[in-house]
């Protein structure tokens, strides 16, 4: 994950032999390039002050970036306090390097790329119905999709530098593979290798992670110099999921599975989850929650064949019409939604709290409430409560998430990157 607060200087201090000066060059180039993601534009001798490198290293520095293609001179800029000169200033460009992210999901397979400065350069979805084509399937549907992204990618002349899949469920990265995924039905499917065998050769490296990570992984990028770095992240779909991150951190426990939020035992009702557990708050708050109070049986927003993304504009579209029975759905929910987070945010102390998907889309009728939950339950008034936001990314935190943890290769390793974007030779 991006980190905010690079570890400066590391330059400094004895060097003893030459690869340890070849890591070296490598970090310092990575710290350049994260520092003016995170920061924006500035002057060679702003980099040189903020980072604690000399002004020549940073110039040495800033011309191999350039040269990889991975930054360029920007406007000319005059330094705070300074009557000087104007100095010509440098910028993130990076438009020949992209990260894919492809998200697997019960109803659509989508793929979205993002190039170095946060552009999208490749955006598709398709419908997909995992649940009748099964693991086997889907995959195949998975790897077409990806396949025309890369092809489509590099017929732009952007080079991927790797791909990152989104899944509904546990993950196991080392072995590529779900471990399990209520949602999808799937148990201990391998699905990196899947997309390896499938896409062949040209295929970038390919890793695998939860979608809500994921999201939460995007959503902090979203923050960069804003200063929060304790954010916690809830996003509400069929599952409900998210992230935290503690000190500019993502934090992911022992075997990576922190932050299962909707199956905490929140709801008093014994209602059998999808996880196989009962009464757990993604019965309460996910999707078919809202859909069950908001509407009888043979309703079409409950129609499961019917584009969710289509159910959801017809809420909404009741809710604004001031339907009684939606409103009153939707209270149940800002309810339930306002009285877990509060003791998310008791146990974890966030600055802020993005709400994703759903709970974003709607969240004009849901998140005031969740404020006032919040707010009226602060321990310390003169420190205030967490504030509450709404992603801006709609349903695309998953996918922004996986085409930026591919794009970390660049972060980490610059030099990796040839000039036109394609990988250098090994
Ligand atoms: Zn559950």
Redo the contacts with the bound molecule.
């Keep these: 994950m991006t980190e905010q607060t690079p570890s400066f200087g590391i330059a400094v201090g004895g060097i003893r032999d030459p690869a340890d000066r070849a890591s070296i060059r490598r970090a310092n180039l990575g710290m350049i390039l994260r520092h003016l993601q995170d920061r924006g534009p500035r002057s060679r001798t702003v980099l040189a002050k903020e980072t604690g490198l000399p002004k020549a290293t940073i110039s040495s520095l800033v011309a191999e970036l350039s040269g990889l293609g991975l930054v360029r001179e920007g406007d000319f800029e005059r330094d705070t306090g300074n009557i000087g000169r104007p100095r010509q200033s440098v910028e993130l460009y990076g438009h020949g390097v992209c990260g894919v992210g492809v998200e697997i999901n019960v109803d659509y397979v989508a793929a979205i790329a993002l190039d170095l400065c946060g552009n999208i350069v490749f955006n598709r979805r398709t419908a997909v119905d995992a649940l009748g084509l099964g693991p086997v399937g889907t995959l195949a549907a998975a790897v077409a999709l990806t396949d025309e992204a890369l092809k489509d990618l590099r017929g732009q002349g952007i080079e991927p530098v790797g791909v990152t899949v989104a899944v509904p469920g546990g993950t196991d990265a080392g072995r590529g593979s779900i471990t399990m995924s209520?949602n999808l039905g799937w148990h201990d499917i391998a699905v990196t290798s899947a997309l390896r065998e499938g896409l062949g050769d040209q295929a970038p490296p390919i890793g695998i992670r939860n979608d809500a990570q994921l999201g939460t992984i995007a959503e902090y990028v979203a923050l960069a110099g804003t200063g929060v770095r304790d954010m916690l992240y809830i996003t509400g779909d069929i599952g409900v999921g998210g992230g935290i991150v503690s000190n500019g951190q993502e934090m992911l426990g022992f075997r990576g599975a922190a932050c299962e939020i909707?199956?905490m035992p929140f709801n008093p009702e014994p209602v059998l989850?999808?996880?196989?557990?009962r009464g757990?708050w993604?019965?309460l708050i996910g999707l078919g929650g809202l859909l069950a109070h908001a509407a009888d049986p043979d309703d079409a927003v409950r129609d499961p064949w019917t584009d969710r993304e289509q159910r959801l504009s017809e809420i909404r579209r009741r809710a604004e019409a001031g339907d009684e029975r939606t409103l009153a759905a939707l209270r149940e929910i800002a309810a339930s939604l306002g009285y877990g987070t509060a003791m998310l945010v008791d146990v974890l102390d966030p600055k802020l709290v993005v709400f994703g998907g759903y709970f974003a889309y709607l969240g004009d009728f849901l998140l005031e409430d969740v404020q006032r939950t919040l707010d009226s339950r602060v321990l310390e008034s003169a420190v205030g409560s967490a504030s509450v936001a709404r992603s801006k990314h709609r349903f695309t935190s998953a996918l922004r998430g996986g085409a930026q943890l591919a794009l970390e290769a660049v972060y980490q390793d610059p030099s990796s990157v040839t000039r036109r974007g394609a990988p250098a030779p090994a």
Excluded: P, V
């Excluded at 989850?273 to 557990?277: A, I, S």
């Design positions: 209520a909707g199956h989850c999808g996880c196989g557990r757990c993604e019965t």
